[in-house]
């Protein structure tokens, strides 16, 4: 037998309506912020992802699903969506529409990881890219969509955490007093955060080794290195949330994982689901579109991992929509009934009544178990009698009332 590759998972049958459930509010969430959706292909050229999410990140030097395709080109399977993204956006010329462009997507998304709780090699994220507007009320909007999405799910709990790293001039003192900081402790540091400390210190804080952690946990803060402008937009940003009553607490450990972040830095973080409790991460790239080959465009965004939202909402009992099963079921009583009950099935469908009826040519018992274990919400038998009177007895099977009617009424019953 052929096992499912690990870290990876199927979605059943059985299952499926929650994410459909999912994606309905996330859809409906975006089209109410006047959010449109962008498709991105699964992969691009691995260039993409060295420039656009940086050759100092885990997820560039350890977790990138990339290969050589026939024709010898390097292709990567995106490890995030927010590069594509932007690469779409110059290559469309999106530049040139009325701007901000507020987008949305739902992508799959690879990365090369341990797998383990809410730690897939392939999950799935909803993820939101504002371009064209540098104002702090930017990335408020961005933030209020992720609040707005956990409202609607009835889930009060990710809690929004915020900081400041700074743009690349606040970022030159503060990689130098971070420098000064670390010293000689470099040295005992694991080898992505040595090289780290020449090409971008500031992901030496992203580190998950103990080891470096433990040097790091003392280490200066950004929000003590940020210039005039900088300090503005992440106190205006902050006065914005209070007004609109989205809450949140300043945390300067936060610095995210990906090279291109600039100025705000943002996570929602739940302690349902353990360790990888952060279902959100996102911030501004003003420094994106141009390291990828655009002209400079401030850009704002998000994604958030639906594995760990649904594993969040599965934990605290939350609705997560109704299971897809048809409405009625016909029961052929006999052979000689099967055409006439599958004909009467489909012209339900025709109607817009979602409907079913037996393809196997079981025995009526059997076709009653298999409708009470499907739980069909009504079920009509079709014999010789129904077929002769046009008459058919449909019973309700929550409390087992039967109501009559003809063929043609059926739909209307129903409704
Ligand atoms: P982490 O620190 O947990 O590795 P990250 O910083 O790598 O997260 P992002 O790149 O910001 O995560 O991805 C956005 C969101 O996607 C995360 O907040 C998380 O909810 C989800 N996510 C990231 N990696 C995985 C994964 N391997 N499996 C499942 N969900 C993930
Ligand atoms: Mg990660």
Not at 22 to 51: C, K, M, Q, Y
Not at 301 to 317: A, K
Not at 328 to 357: C, H, M, W
């Amino acid at each position: 037998m052929i096992n499912i590759p690990k870290g990876t998972k199927d979605v059943l049958p059985e299952d499926a309506y929650k994410w459909h459930y999912l994606e309905s509010v996330v859809r409906r969430t975006a089209a109410d912020f006047g959010i449109r959706e962008i498709r991105t292909p699964t992969f691009e050229h691995t260039e993409l992802f060295l420039r656009g999410v940086g050759d100092t990140t885990d997820i560039v030097n350890k977790e990138m699903y990339t290969f050589l395709d026939k024709g010898n080109r390097s292709v990567t399977l995106k490890p995030e969506g927010t590069a594509g993204v932007a690469r779409a956006y110059i290559e469309n010329g999106l530049q040139e529409n009325p701007q901000p462009l507020k987008m949305y997507y739902i992508t799959p998304v690879f990365r090369y990881e341990r797998p383990q709780a809410g730690r897939l090699r392939e999950h799935h994220q909803f993820g939101i890219e504002l371009y064209g507007s540098a104002s702090p009320y930017a990335d408020a909007e961005v933030m209020l969509v992720a609040k707005t999405l956990f409202d609607r799910l009835g889930l009060t709990e990710p809690v929004l955490n915020i900081n400041s790293i700074g743009c690349p001039e606040c970022r030159k003192n503060y990689n130098a007093a971070l420098k000064a900081y670390l010293g000689d402790n470099i040295a005992s540091m694991c080898p992505s955060c040595r090289e780290r400390f020449d090409k971008n210190p500031l992901r030496i804080l992203d580190c998950k080794e103990p080891g470096c952690r433990a040097i790091t946990a003392g280490a200066p803060k950004t929000l003590d290195y940020l210039c005039d402008d900088c300090r503005e937009h992440f106190e205006t940003l902050q006065s914005i949330l209070s007004e609109v009553g989205v809450p949140f607490a300043v945390n300067p450990n936060i610095v995210r994982g990906l090279d291109y972040y600039t100025g705000t830095v943002f996570e929602f973080i739940s302690s349902a689901i353990g360790a990888q409790g952060t279902v959100c991460g996102g911030g501004r790239y003003n420094n994106l579109v141009s390291e990828v080959g655009g002209k400079p465009t401030p850009a704002v965004g998000f994604g958030m991992g639906l594995e760990r939202l649904l594993m969040i909402l599965e934990n605290l009992n939350l609705y997560l929509g109704e299971p897809e099963v048809p409405l009625i079921y016909f029961a052929p009583a006999s052979k000689e009934d099967a055409v006439f009950a599958f004909k009467q099935t489909n012209i339900l469908r025709t109607q817009g009544i979602s409907a079913d009826t037996d393809l196997t040519g079981r025995s009526l018992k059997a076709q009653m178990k298999y409708a009470d274990k499907r739980g069909y919400k009504y079920v009509a038998v079709i014999g010789s009698e129904e077929r002769g009177s046009g008459n058919v007895k449909i019973k309700r099977m929550a409390d087992g009332a039967v109501t009559e009617c003809g063929f043609g009424k059926i739909a209307e019953v129903l409704r």
